[in-house]
């Protein structure tokens, strides 16, 4: 394998875009320039306004092994302004909302794209796993933070103090994983998932990720108001449930 093999690769499927984590020869590790690749190609699809959700998964049975660390002291030397952290921070900012499809590993930085999507729906094959105290390195602090905020303090000490790999069962009682499904119905339940957020209203489901997230303070939250009054989105939500149809709902006007 060649390091043109190791990429992120964009799938759009009508209002689902999937990103794949491609390093078949590194067991899908991100490498620094698929790190770098990653946040421009999130701006790209969230600017794309036919793109109602987006799906971050690995190539093969793996989602990702980790960060590859062949550039080890560029990694120690850029701390919590590494090029991860920098990926991760604008996979937790995306507009939209985001799932990551697990399966087999999901190790180090891995672990870390996938804390960073709102939700987790993994294989009964996945594994998890924090490393650094292995490794004698130190997770970055947003990352730890995330992880905390997902998993509480006690499970995450637990992973960042053993550096263990736990299976997709643990991972689903501390709430690291939302649901776990046999491997070959991951694809259709992911499917199901999107294909459910892309006929909701994408004002109420941006709205809703911004305030459980804490990004939307007094002002922003009377903007969402404003819009969903502006919109017709919950006119249209009412009639089509009294008249029993599907509703049509458009993405919500930029902001002013």
């Known amino acids: 394998m060649t390091v043109a093999d190791a990429e992120l690769v964009v799938e759009v499927t009508g209002p689902v875009a ?11 590790a991100m490498t620094p320039a698929m790190w770098r690749q990653l946040p421009p190609l999130l701006d790209e699809l969230e600017a794309d306004p036919q793109i109602r959700a987006l799906v971050l998964t690995g190539a093969g049975g793996t989602f990702c092994a980790g960060a590859d660390l062949r550039d080890l002291d560029d990694l120690l030397t850029a701390g919590d302004a590494s090029i991860a952290v920098t990926a991760e921070e604008r996979l937790a900012a995306f507009a939209k909302p985001t799932i990551a499809a697990v399966r087999g590993a999901c190790v180090g930085g891995g672990c870390q794209l996938a804390v960073a999507c709102d939700l987790r729906i993994v294989a009964a094959d996945a594994r998890f796993g924090v ?20 998993v509480g303090p006690s499970a995450a000490k637990y992973l960042l103090f053993t550096s263990e790999l736990i299976d997709a069962e643990r991972a689903l009682r501390i709430g690291l994983a939302d649901e776990v499904v046999p491997g070959d119905a991951l694809a259709a339940r992911v499917l199901e998932i999107t294909d459910a957020i892309a ?17 939307a303070g007094p002002a922003r939250v009377a903007w969402w108001h404003r819009k969903a009054l502006a919109s017709g989105e919950a006119r249209e939500g009412v009639a089509a449930a009294r008249e029993r149809r599907t509703p049509s709902f458009a993405w919500p006007p930029k902001n002013d």
Not at 134 to 147: M, S
Request: hydrophobic share 40%.
């Open 18 to 28: 999937t990103v794949v984590i491609r390093n078949p020869a590194r067991r899908n």
């Open 199 to 215: 006929q909701r209203s994408p004002l109420s489901v941006a709205a809703a990720k911004e305030i459980v997230d804490d990004r």
């Open 131 to 150: 490393p650094p105290a292995r490794l004698g390195l130190v997770y970055p602090a947003p990352t730890t933070r995330r992880l905390t905020r997902l």
